[in-house]
Structures are given as C-alpha cells and as structure tokens.
C-alpha cells in the first residue's frame, strides 16, 4: 500500500513539473514579425530578445513595451499578433 501511494505522489510530482525540467521543452509557435520593446522570459525567469524566425515556447511569457509589437505563427496553426 505504501508503495502505491509513492507511486502516486511521483506521477503528480511528475505531471506537475515545468516543461525544461525533464529537458523537453514545447514549441507554442514561431515569430513572424517584431518591432520595438519586446521579451519572451523563460520558466527559469531568463530574459531574450526575440528575433523573426526564432521560437515561442509553451512556457515562454511575453512582454511587451508600449511600442512592442510581434506575431506568431502558432504550432496549431493559429496566427497571433
């Protein structure tokens, strides 16, 4: 029984950790387009500055300046801007 439960409390654990922790990390889409003050900041809180052609993980945040402006080609096949 005891067993079971620590089996179980792993898989949580598991499910719950980031993407980059198991050294897998999901691409959410590609950027298109970029102008101005923009940032993606990575789980570990890492900042880059976004070039056209690079990508946009699932993890990744975006921040924007008031003249920041990107759009993405999603993996979906969505279009964000």
Do not use: C
């Not at 690079?54 to 975006?62: F, I």
Request: net charge negative; glycine share 10%.
């Amino acid at each position: 029984m005891f067993r079971n439960f620590l089996l179980s409390v792993l898989v949580v654990l598991m499910a719950a950790m980031p993407v980059e922790a198991t050294g897998q990390v999901e691409k959410a889409g590609r950027v298109d387009f970029v102008t101005g003050e923009i940032w993606f900041v990575d789980a570990s809180q890492q900042k880059r500055r976004p070039l056209k052609g690079d990508y946009l993980h699932a993890s990744d945040t975006v921040v924007t300046g008031a003249d920041g402006e990107a759009h993405f080609d999603m993996e979906d096949g969505g279009y964000l801007a």
